[in-house]
């Protein structure tokens, strides 16, 4: 089967590689369109496909001008409607986000989701049970489309990064004390992400001599300021508010004694959790999307992000939690979610979405 992929690489986040990396063991032939000048049409006419599987779309459809995102959206169902007219390829979409996160047009973009759902996908695919019901909710899915959305899971990052520094060596590195329990935060620090209030909530908290490390470029200049007068004048907050290259992971999640991600609502899978969980590292994270269902029973610290002072709470639990511990088990979930078993899970859909 001859299988192009779509979709946008940030460097942070291998999901679509790695997913093309299971389907090749498995015996198929997967392409990749990069193109900026008709994406989908010269991607299909260079790759002809068997199935054509979108992952991320916002390339596609939206900007920052209202304009061009309107422009973006024109071609985008042009192209889909000359693919029908010249293919019986089925069209496959995962949906890995509630709302795209850089989206500055949330009525446009819900309306052209939906369009997209509606008209051209076959088959649909979230990560989650909880990812379903919000993506039908969020779409305003019908009946008919409802029954094309399938759960396969998010794949680990369990040997696509560099694993080999000890703690004691990582903490070397980055400046840490031996023998103190540390805080990370790591990735892009984005408005959803909630950097600022982890920085608030982690000077409220009752941790000791615990530290807080933030690792990652700030999204503008506003949430790095932020940033930086939260922790001014707290020598247990330590940032470096730049690019984590993906080879400088394991430094930094190595030191960690825990990971803290305090999304927002808009998260229903995240890249960011799956990577500390493949290494070991526990997190502590909101109940939404699917992060109930990826964080194992006892393999890191959720909260309620509707209750007051939750986060400070949960970084108070994580401080006096055995972590070693809800670390090996979330080490052992994360490698349950092997690629090849993901990738024979994406197979099936595409074979019901081919004999349908």
């Known amino acids: 089967m001859n299988v192009l992929l779509l979709a946008n690489e940030d460097g942070m986040n291998p999901y679509a ?206 949430v790095r300021a932020r940033i930086e007068s939260g922790a001014a004048g707290n020598d247990r907050i330590q940032t470096i508010l730049d690019v984590i290259p993906g080879e400088e992971f394991q430094i930094y999640l190595n030191a960690a004694d825990a990971v803290v991600l305090p999304f927002d609502e808009r998260v229903l899978t995240s890249g960011s959790v799956v990577i500390a969980m493949s290494f070991g590292t526990p997190v502590v994270v909101p109940r939404v999307g699917c992060l109930p269902e990826t964080v194992p029973e006892d393999g890191g610290i959720l909260y309620d992000p509707a209750e007051p002072e939750a986060l400070r709470r949960a970084i108070e639990t994580a401080a006096d939690a055995d972590l070693d511990a809800q670390g090996r088990r979330s080490l052992a979930a994360a490698r349950d979610a092997d690629w090849p078993s993901v990738a024979r899970r994406t197979e099936r859909v595409y074979e019901t979405a081919r004999s349908s």
């Open 17 to 222: 590689t790695q997913l093309a990396a299971g389907l090749e063991a498995h015996g198929h032939d997967v392409s990749f369109s990069y193109r900026t000048v008709l994406p989908l049409l010269s991607g299909y006419y260079e790759s002809d496909p068997d199935v054509i599987h979108f992952q991320w779309i916002r390339k596609f459809v939206l900007d920052d001008s209202l304009v061009l995102t309107l422009v973006r959206i024109a071609q985008f169902f042009l192209e889909l409607v000359v693919l029908r007219l010249v293919s019986d390829a089925p069209i496959v979409w995962t949906v890995h986000n509630r709302r795209e996160h850089k989206g500055r047009w949330p009525t446009v973009e819900r309306r052209v989701k939906h369009a997209f759902a509606t008209t051209f996908c076959d088959r649909v695919i979230v990560h989650c049970s909880a990812a379903e019901d919000a993506v039908i909710e969020e779409l305003g899915l019908p009946e008919r489309v409802r029954r094309r959305v399938h759960v396969v899971p998010h794949g680990n990052y369990v040997d696509v990064y560099e694993n080999s520094v000890t703690e004691a060596e990582a903490r070397e590195r980055l400046d840490l004390p031996a023998d103190e329990r540390v805080f990370l935060f790591i990735g892009s620090i984005r408005p959803y992400k909630q950097v600022p209030s982890l920085v608030a909530a982690f000077e409220r908290a009752d941790v000791g001599d615990a530290r807080l490390v933030v690792a990652g470029k700030p999204w503008n200049d506003e």
